[in-house]
């Protein structure tokens, strides 16, 4: 969690009624971000991450790609195990070339994988 105490030194000498309110504000925000259920490319609930799923090639290291629907070039992916999806499971993932504006590219060892991916 971001410290509160830094936010609250910013606002000096702001009314005590405007300090308070914002006190709260920060505390609750700050003491509720979430990412959210997985839901196909849908926007994580309080992060500018969004969830996809894909399936690895279905021969070892071989390059596939996932469409991301950004409109912009993502910076990171992050595997992430959904826990209501019985035999889910994360694999071994390589970046095989750089993400452009419509789909990152990937390679595995572990064929024909359901993996479900946070991107950024």
């Known amino acids: ?14 009314p005590d009624a405007v300090k308070q309110a914002a ?4 505390t609750y925000l700050l ?7 997985f839901t196909q490319s849908k926007r994580a ?13 279905a021969d070892a290291n071989t390059e ?5 629907g950004l409109g912009r070039t993502p910076y990171i992916v992050l595997p992430v195990l959904p826990l209501d999806q019985v035999n889910a499971r994360t694999v071994s993932l390589q970046v095989t070339r ?9 390679s595995s060892s572990s064929t024909s994988a359901a993996i479900a991916l946070l991107v950024e």
Do not use: E, V
Not at 47 to 53: D, G
Not at 64 to 68: D, L, P, R, T, V
Not at 98 to 106: E, F, H, M
């Open 98 to 106: 750089a993400a452009d504006n419509s789909r990152i590219y990937l």
């Open 1 to 14: 969690m971001a410290d509160a105490s830094y936010i609250k030194s910013l606002f000096g000498s702001t």
């Open 23 to 26: 006190d709260a504000a920060f």
């Open 45 to 57: 609930t309080n992060f500018q991450w969004y969830w996809l799923s894909g399936t690895t090639h």
């Open 64 to 68: 596939f790609s996932i469409a991301h």
């Open 31 to 37: 003491g509720n971000l979430r990412l959210g259920p």
